[in-house]
């Protein structure tokens, strides 16, 4: 199963301001671990390769399935720790992960600090976590391991049999998440994972945290600094949610962006009409994607790939530019010699045990966080009109999170996201970002005035940091190392302005990265989290 990161959502901002939301200080009094005091966490050996081969230490950390019941069912949350390499004078405490999903698996970003240039990882205990529900963590939520599979029925519901047939599909994926989750459906929401990084605080016996966050990662971040600005030390958010539009209005705000990456991508492949035969022009490769796309609703490559997995593969295009050249050679595989071997590989083999877990507790969050549309005729209207113009992704990102029409856990109230009493912290963002679009990061730099933006001026990937941009990099490592951020300018603006994660050029010899190891597996974690199909 694909996931796709911050697919996103609630009722428009009208909708969900109408349905209200949680002010900080009640938010904090009602749900922030209440006092809650964890056991220690039993460290032993881990057994993920790129964790064991740096001594890494694993184990669980114990919490109230229900924050208001402590004394209630517990379960676990799986963790890791890759500590400090500095001296212990030098040591600047703990640093937890998050990829982002939500239902991303965190367990293996105990590595991230190998990553962070100039040594400045070294001065912290990395702490990698699976959330509530995730992975590694028990109990893991899965619902239905085949939902999403070969032949699809076509997402653009053109008939009202296909409307039907998603529907339908939709609410038993809903029925079945109801049925396996139980309990734990109830407490899957933003805020018990802000209590369950409370108490990992208290078991690892910090008085604050460090935090880096990639994408959704971005908002547990806000929302813990909103709730706990006194426990904030030095907090990294990359690819920033806009807490305005948690969720459904961020879906539609993904659908246009994305859109418009991939017309840069056609662009790309066509400048390279040397490499992939698709066409030399953005408009020619654009009509043969589409054109291929309605040619495999009757004869679907290999007969398993149809049109929506057609589409799966090519939206991680629009989420960034790492793996254009394969997506490319894929493209090419198909339309030139029909060898659907490359699309076969991209799409992956769906079904096995446990695949559905990270879309299990993606819709575990998201549906529950906030109130949807309870009228499947307003996500008819707004998906329609979206799609008319930018049909990328809409209707493939509508069905996906379609099973919140149906969901069974109550829906809360969103935390007021306010940063003002936060301390001094670091956002990346790059300006044609589609899945967390740029006006998010406009947003949270006006609600937290300490905060600093740096801008990947024209890029379109999301959560790109430590990806070797100096420019961006090395702000971010003086960050970990001392403290300094550059200076925050007047006006809705970003602070600073580097270059975006560059545009790969197929025609280069490639040269691998000596670097490697656990670094490069830490941030090839974070793509999967952060990417839905």
């Known amino acids: ?29 009602g749900n922030a671990a209440n006092g809650y005091t964890p056991p220690p966490i039993d460290w ?96 893991a939520l899965t619902c239905d391991a085949g939902y999403t599979g070969y032949n699809r029925p076509f997402y653009v519901p053109v008939t009202r049999s296909l409307e039907k047939t998603w529907l339908a599909k939709s609410k038993g994926y809903a029925e079945d998440c109801d049925a396996a989750g139980g309990a734990l459906l109830d407490h899957l929401r933003t805020t018990d994972t802000i209590a369950d990084m409370e108490s990992l605080r208290k078991a690892l016996g910090q008085s604050k945290i460090n935090f880096y966050g990639f994408s959704y990662g971005t908002y547990l971040g806000q929302v813990y600094a909103t709730l706990h600005p006194d426990r904030v ?23 246009i962006q994305f859109d418009k990456n991939m017309d840069v991508y056609f662009a790309w492949l066509a400048k390279y009409d040397s490499v992939y035969h698709l066409g030399t022009s953005a408009k020619v490769v654009k009509q043969k994607y589409y054109a291929t796309l309605y040619s495999l609703i009757k004869a679907p490559a290999a007969g398993k790939i149809g049109p929506d997995e057609w589409n799966d593969i090519f939206v991680s295009a629009g989420y960034y530019v790492y793996g254009w050249e394969t997506v490319g050679e894929a493209f090419s595989a198909w339309v030139n010699d029909k060898d659907p071997a490359l699309l076969l590989d991209l799409f992956g083999e769906p079904g096995a045990p446990g695949a559905d877990n990270g879309y299990a507790v993606y819709l575990g969050v998201q549906c529950t966080d906030v109130q949807w549309p309870a009228k499947w005729s307003t996500w008819q209207r707004d998906n329609w009109r979206i799609h008319a113009k930018y049909p990328f992704i809409t209707w493939n990102n509508a069905w996906f999170n379609a099973p919140c029409l149906f969901w069974g856990a109550k829906a809360g109230k969103p935390v007021e996201v306010n940063g003002k009493k936060a301390p001094e912290i670091l956002m990346i963002a790059e300006t044609n970002d589609a899945a967390t679009p740029y006006t998010g990061a406009l947003e949270v730099r006006k609600r937290f005035p300490k905060s600093v933006l740096i801008e ?65 597996d830490a941030k090839a974690q974070v793509r999967e989290a952060i990417t839905k199909r």
């Open 1 to 29: 199963m694909r996931k796709i990161l911050a697919a996103t959502i609630a009722a428009s901002v009208g909708l969900l301001l109408g349905a209200g939301v949680i002010p900080a200080a009640a938010q904090a009094h």
């Open 44 to 139: 032993g050996t881990c057994t993920r390769p790129s964790l064991a081969a740096r001594n890494a230490e694993c184990g669980f950390l114990v919490v109230p399935l229900d924050y208001a019941k402590p004394r209630g069912t517990k379960i676990k949350v799986a963790v890791s720790r890759i500590k400090h390499k500095s001296s212990d004078a030098q040591a600047q405490g703990v640093m937890l992960v998050n990829p982002g999903g939500p239902g991303g698996s965190g367990l293996g970003l105990a590595t991230l600090g190998e990553a962070i240039p100039n040594g400045a990882g070294d001065y912290y205990d990395w702490i990698g976590f699976d959330p509530r529900g995730v992975g590694s963590s028990v109990p």
């Open 233 to 255: 030390r030095r907090f990294v958010l990359d690819g920033v949610v806009n807490p305005e539009r948690v969720w459904y209005d961020a879906n539609l705000d993904q659908d």
């Open 456 to 520: 990947g001026v024209g890029g379109t990937t999301h959560s790109g940091s430590l990806s070797g941009i100096a420019c961006t990099d090395d702000k971010i490592a003086a960050y970990l190392a001392t403290g300094e951020l550059p200076d925050r300018v007047r006006g809705n603006r970003s602070d600073v302005q580097c270059d975006p994660v560059p545009q790969p050029d197929p025609t280069a010899v490639s040269l691998l990265s000596k670097s490697g190891g656990a670094a490069d």
